[in-house]
């Protein structure tokens, strides 16, 4: 498999997707931001842990879209490009709904919340590059 297909780069992304997601359901207090007193909420912890299934299951589909068995062609790579976009509207909006919560968790928990999201938004897009590559490529 050449490392600049788009079967390659959604292996790294559906990947770390998944480690990100399984870290965040079991550790979400690594994650959290805890109150002046140091104490994590109960309601912080379980959002948290949503948020790492939402990005455990977007992994794992896109994991699984690299091993559907399709030839490398338009029709497996419409696969992977369908979970990426999805995973890179996931992101996109995680960074939009960041950005407008300064009235929620202020200014610096937003630029935290519109900044973690950005290495995935970059990732996304990368795959998906190699996923115009590689159509016309076939």
Same mark, same amino acid.
């Given at each position: 498999?050449?490392?600049?297909?788009?079967?390659?780069?959604?292996?790294?992304?559906?990947?770390? !997707?998944? @480690?990100?997601?399984?870290?965040?359901?079991? *550790?979400?207090?690594?994650?959290? =931001? #805890? %109150?002046?007193?140091?104490? +994590?909420?109960?309601?912080?912890?379980?959002?948290?842990?949503?948020?790492?299934? !939402?990005? @455990?299951?977007?992994?794992?589909?896109?994991? *699984?879209?690299?091993?559907?068995? =399709? #030839? %490398?062609?338009?029709?497996? +790579?419409?696969?992977?490009?369908?979970?990426?976009?999805?995973?890179?509207?996931?992101?996109? @909006?995680?960074?939009?709904?960041?950005?407008? *919560?300064?009235?929620?968790?202020?200014?610096?928990?937003?630029?935290?919340?519109?900044?973690?999201?950005?290495?995935?938004?970059?990732?996304?897009?990368?795959?998906?590059?190699?996923?115009?590559?590689?159509?016309?490529? *076939?």
């Amino acid at each position: 498999m050449r490392t600049d297909s788009i079967e390659h780069r959604a292996r790294i992304i559906g990947t770390l !997707r998944a @480690l990100v997601g399984v870290a965040m359901i079991a *550790a979400p207090r690594a994650v959290a =931001r #805890p %109150a002046p007193d140091g104490t +994590v909420s109960g309601t912080e912890l379980f959002l948290l842990r949503t948020i790492g299934v !939402r990005d @455990l299951a977007l992994g794992l589909g896109t994991l *699984a879209a690299t091993r559907s068995g =399709r #030839p %490398a062609g338009p029709s497996g +790579v419409e696969g992977i490009r369908r979970w990426t976009r999805f995973g890179l509207l996931s992101d996109a @909006l995680d960074v939009v709904t960041g950005s407008l *919560a300064v009235p929620l968790v202020g200014k610096d928990g937003a630029t935290i919340a519109a900044t973690v999201p950005l290495p995935f938004v970059a990732l996304d897009i990368w795959t998906l590059r190699a996923g115009d590559a590689d159509l016309a490529r *076939a």
